[in-house]
C-alpha cells in the first residue's frame, strides 16, 4: 500500500519525468485536459486494484470451500485403508490356519513308514533354516523407537527427522544379531527370512512390504547370555548408541523367556533336486 500510495503522489517519478512535468506545469499544459487525464488515470488505476481485490477473495473463497472435500476425501482414503488392513489380516489367519491343517496331516501320513518319518525330519530342518516353521525359547529382544518431539537432537542442530528410526537402522540390529549368533529373527511379529526385504517407503517401514509402527522390537532366538555378550560392543551396538547419543532415538536391549516367533509368510518353493535312492 506504501508503494502505491507513493506512486499516486509522484514521488517514485524519475528524475526525467518529473521534469518534464514540471516544465508542462509551467507551459500551461497541464490545465483541465492534464486533469481529466490524471482523474481518468487515477480512476483505471482504482478500477484494477478493485478487480484484482475481487479475484483474490473469489480465490480465497474457492480454497476455503475445497478445505473440507480435501478433509473429507483423506479421512475417507484412511478409512479404506484401514478396512483393506483388516481384510489382508483376517486372510493371514485363515492361511495361518490352513497352513497348520495341512502340516498336520502332512505329518500323519509321513509318520506310517520309516522312510516317511525321515523324510519328515529333513523337512523339518529345512522348514527352520527358511522360517517356514514357528519357533519358540529365550532369546534377546531390541527395541529401537523415534526420538521424542519435545527433545531437541544435540550436535549442531540437525534436521527433525534424524530423530526418526530409519530402514538401515533396523538393517544394522537384524545383522548384529545374526553375527551374534540368532538362531531365528522377527520385526513387530513379522518372522525374517533369508530373503527378507527391509525397506522404506515414504515415511513407513516395511518388512516384506508390510508396513510396521514405531517402537520396533527385533527379536532374536537364542541363548540370551551368548547372544547379549556377542552383540554388546559389536558395530551394531557401537552405531545404535551413537544414534541414541547423537539424535535421542529409543535404543534398549533386554532378554526374554518366552521368545515366540511366527512362521514365515508368502514362502514359495524356488527350486527341488530329486536325490538318487529315495
Do not use: C
Request: aromatic share 4%.
Amino acid at each position: 500500500m506504501s508503494l502505491l500510495l507513493d506512486l499516486f503522489s509522484g514521488k517514485l517519478l524519475d528524475p526525467g519525468y518529473a521534469e518534464a512535468a514540471a516544465r508542462r506545469e509551467a507551459s500551461g499544459g497541464g490545465g483541465a485536459d492534464g486533469a481529466r487525464r490524471s482523474r481518468f488515470g487515477g480512476g483505471g488505476v482504482l478500477l484494477v486494484l478493485v478487480l484484482v481485490g475481487v479475484l483474490l477473495a473469489v480465490a480465497g473463497a474457492e480454497v476455503r470451500r475445497s478445505e473440507p472435500v480435501a478433509a473429507e476425501q483423506r479421512a475417507r482414503l484412511i478409512d479404506e485403508i484401514h478396512a483393506r488392513t483388516g481384510e489382508t489380516d483376517a486372510l493371514q489367519r485363515r492361511l495361518d490356519r490352513l497352513r497348520d491343517e495341512t502340516e498336520r496331516r502332512r505329518a500323519a501320513a509321513l509318520a506310517r513308514s520309516d522312510a516317511g518319518r525321515r523324510a519328515r525330519r529333513e523337512l523339518a530342518e529345512a522348514r527352520t533354516a527358511a522360517a517356514a516353521a514357528p519357533a519358540a525359547g529365550s532369546g534377546l529382544v531390541i527395541t529401537l523407537d523415534d526420538a521424542p518431539h519435545d527433545e531437541a537432537p544435540s550436535g549442531g542442530g540437525p534436521e527433525a527427522d534424524d530423530g526418526r528410526v530409519y530402514d538401515q537402522d533396523i538393517q544394522v540390529a537384524v545383522n548384529g544379531l545374526w553375527a551374534a549368533g540368532a538362531r531365528a529373527i522377527g520385526i513387530n511379529g513379522q518372522r525374517v527370512t533369508p530373503v527378507t526385504a527391509i525397506r522404506t517407503a515414504g515415511e513407513a517401514i516395511l518388512v516384506d512390504y508390510r508396513p510396521l509402527r514405531a517402537p520396533y522390537e527385533v527379536t532374536a532366538l537364542g541363548d540370551p547370555g551368548t547372544l547379549r555378550k556377542g552383540f554388546e560392543g559389536a558395530a551394531a551396538d557401537r552405531r545404535l548408541r551413537q544414534l541414541q547419543e547423537r539424535y535421542r532415538i529409543g535404543y534398549a536391549t533386554r532378554r526374554s523367556d518366552e521368545v515366540r516367533l511366527p512362521a514365515a509368510a508368502g514362502l514359495q518353493l524356488r527350486y527341488a533336486t530329486l536325490r538318487e535312492g529315495r
